[in-house]
């Protein structure tokens, strides 16, 4: 007897046999084929070693792990990393306040908003009050040093990746430090024990500017002792072939002498320092149609090896022949820093002038020979000229360096 033929019109033709053994379901999923399972049984094959990729994704495995590495992502920020400055400046910049007067210095800065300040110190008594603990770095092995350099020197230069360690995860990333000491201490006097460790921080972290240090010479009455005396002594040899300021305090406490009273000489005396080299620093960062003094220019001074001298002076007559040496003068005799002799290797001179000031034709006159004095006594001259409306007269500063 002949087998039936089932057929579907359009589709395959089927035996009877060929569905003889199977339940309707499967009956009907022969004649009409869900047409999505049908595609992945063309897509797949018998052949177990040769999965289709398109189904099954073979595991990268390591091939692509140097994604991470260089994903945007940044790194989680370190908690003890302190918050960036505050106080306009133009180049990126940190201080480092090394013993009792040099912390003290150095929280002047703090206060005018560098907020990338530490105190380094060998004891716990020495902080200033008020002083946030993120800013203090306590120097294991002693507390205290007595005035004792050697011992100072000896404690810092056995921790000084200890404090290396401090400034890398406190301070960052930053071109340039200012480090701060008193001339007198031990521990203050041995901060260029710290030299090393402290250039080669810049230089892992591919800083484009040095350790520059501000260094406070103890007052004649201080000096009288033999051992102040030579703690300034050594640590000034110490600091002479790299960039650094002195600040008399002999000379800031007659200047400021009638002026404040005795508990407020030395604050008054940081805090008028430390915004006085601000200002340098912030208006190396400001625009001039006049006259400009950028950051390279601020850079070039402050990377020449040697003393630095630091002045300001406000002349109310600008109407003077003698403007020039006035002003240089008058720069000289009312900074902190001791009198220089001999010809600095660069000279700046920056003058605050008012809108009357700037558009007088007899004062641009003045001005320019003001110039020409200080360029005078210097091997390369800067210079910058900003207008300011409301200040008291023409103000001027200088900055000598290489000295």
Excluded at 89 to 112: E, P
Excluded at 126 to 154: E, M, Q, T, Y
Excluded at 193 to 211: D, N
Excluded at 337 to 356: E, Y
């Amino acid at each position: 007897m002949a087998s039936s033929v089932w057929s579907l019109k359009g589709k395959r033709v089927y035996r009877e046999e060929t569905f003889r053994d199977l339940t309707v379901e499967e009956i009907l999923a022969i004649l009409i084929p869900d047409p999505i399972i049908e595609e992945e049984q063309l897509m797949s094959t018998n052949d177990e070693n040769k999965d289709d990729t398109y189904i099954n994704t073979p595991d990268a495995g390591d091939d692509f792990d140097f994604v991470m590495a260089y994903d945007d992502d940044p790194a989680e920020a370190d908690e003890r990393l302190l918050p960036d400055n505050a106080a306009r400046s133009a180049i990126s910049c940190g201080f480092i306040g090394v013993g009792g007067g040099g912390g003290k210095l150095a929280k002047a800065f703090l206060d005018l908003g560098f907020n990338k300040t530490i105190l380094v110190n060998t004891t716990q008594k020495d902080a200033p009050s008020g002083l946030d603990a993120g800013h203090f770095v306590l120097v294991p092995g002693a507390d205290g040093v007595g005035k004792d350099i050697k011992l100072g020197k000896r404690v810092l230069q056995e921790n000084s990746a200890f404090v290396e360690d401090a400034v890398r995860t406190r301070l960052g990333q930053l071109d340039w430090l200012f480090v701060c000491a008193g001339g007198g201490g031990g521990t203050g006097s041995a901060a260029h024990e710290l030299h090393g460790s402290l250039s080669r921080y810049l230089s892992s972290i591919e800083a484009t500017g040095k350790v520059v240090y501000i260094v406070s010479k103890p007052t004649a009455q201080e000096m009288l002792n033999p051992t102040i005396s030579n703690n300034y002594k050594s640590l000034v040899q110490d600091l002479k072939d790299t960039p650094h300021i002195i600040i008399d305090n002999e000379k800031q406490l007659q200047l400021l002498r009638g002026k404040v009273g005795m508990m407020n000489m030395f604050p008054a005396a940081n805090r008028n320092f430390a915004k006085l080299l601000s200002q340098v620093l912030k208006l190396a960062d400001e625009h001039t149609d006049i006259q400009t003094f950028d950051t390279k220019d601020l850079e070039r001074c402050l990377s020449t090896d040697g003393r630095i001298v630091i002045g300001s002076t406000v002349v109310r007559d600008v109407t003077r022949n003698d403007l020039g040496s006035l002003v240089y003068q008058g720069c000289l005799r009312s900074s902190p820093c001791p009198t220089p002799s001999g010809n600095a290797a660069t000279g700046t001179l920056l003058l605050v002038v008012d809108g009357h000031m700037a558009s007088d034709p007899d004062v641009s006159r003045r001005l320019e020979s003001a110039f020409s004095y200080v360029g005078g006594r210097a091997s390369t001259l800067f210079s910058g000229v900003y207008v300011k409306e409301g200040i008291p007269g023409l103000i001027a500063i200088t900055l000598l360096g290489g000295l």
